[in-house]
């Protein structure tokens, strides 16, 4: 029987709940799971955790909230953090962002209409001295000007395909 989008969520956030102790020590892992699998934390997601959890909606909203790894929204498949702290401010960060906006044509905050990309700026990653610093998802490049900004993308691109096939697969 094939199973709904929200049904298989729930069923795997189940799964995840048993792997973790049933009270809010759980709450970050979980969710962390949920996005990393979603790319999301839904409005759904966050009610079904309460209930597994026995917390309120609100306390697993307000943690998504707080956290800038977590969202409700959907973000691209690849999320691309450029550090706006002020020693890679001082290493070029701005014609790094100038790059990065025209190569995908959104700007910060936003995410690609392929859905693919996703442009935010973070704070300091404790790569100072080797800015301007920035992260692809879990990957952290340094050093990077508009050239490496460029290839990076391009990178990103080619491997799109094989991260789509992989996503299929483990939510199918
Ligand atoms: S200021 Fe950018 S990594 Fe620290």
Redesign the pocket.
Known sequence: MLLTENERLRQNIMEWVDEVNYDRSGLIPILQKVQKKYHRVSSYAMQVIADALDIHPVEVYSVVSFYSFLDEKSKGRFIIRL?Q????DMAGKSRVARQLENELGIQFGQTTADGKFTLEYTN?????DR?P?MLVNDQVFTHVTPEKAHEIIEKCRQTFGVFALQDQERIG
Not at 124 to 128: A, E, F, K, R, S
């Open positions: 550090c702290t002020i020693s890679c300091c990653l404790g790569m100072c800015g610093a």
